[in-house]
């Protein structure tokens, strides 16, 4: 009876697993219930070889910057030790963080608010003693910095920028001689975000933004 009914379970398991399997490469049917996420094959569904932080800072009309990402309050961790505003991947809402903290905060009047993307290779969030053991080059991240949201003071969104590395995936793709042709002739290549404006690259490695103040009075 033991053997009939491990046996059995090795069929069902290998049974759904293969459905999960062709529902992934027919794509039908990967959606129809919240279950399917276990059974599809989706293990490196949105990976990536790079991570990131969100910076909010907000510029004084006398140019001084302000760092909003961690208030006088302290900031909100709602899973581990990284900050909500890393969790809004399309930068939807980060933006409205920061005018939070404008608000209950004292400060000069400001000219305008900034979402900064910080990228880096995830390999070297390494500790030091598996990289020693890894690799023979010392660890020296290289880090990039790209504006993802422009706002004004009233809150409203003059710039939108994808991140950085999709920004990259467009530069490799435009390299590529075929693609460029196909774009000539007016084939479709790829659907880019509409809301993406032109604008110049910005690199944001000087001194430490300084934090608002907490308001004072009652």
Partial sequence: ?????????????????TYGNLCHVLRHGTGVHPLMYMIVWDMFCGWSAFDSRVHIVAEGESGKYYDLTHPPWGELHPYGYIGRENYDQFQAHTGGIGMNVLKHTRHEPIGRLFVIEECWQKKYNLPDAVWNRRYDDPKDPKKYYRRR???????????????????QAGL??????RLVQDSKK????????KNIQPGREVMVNGSPAARAAPPSGN
């Fill in 1 to 17: 009876m033991k053997r009939v009914l491990a046996v059995g379970f090795i069929v069902v398991y290998i049974g759904i697993l």
């Fill in 186 to 193: 007016s084939q479709s290549l790829f659907v880019f975000d």
């Fill in 149 to 167: 949201v422009i706002l004004l003071p009233d809150g409203t969104m003059t710039h939108i920028y994808n991140s950085w590395v999709l920004f």
């Fill in 172 to 177: 490799m793709t435009m390299d590529n001689p």
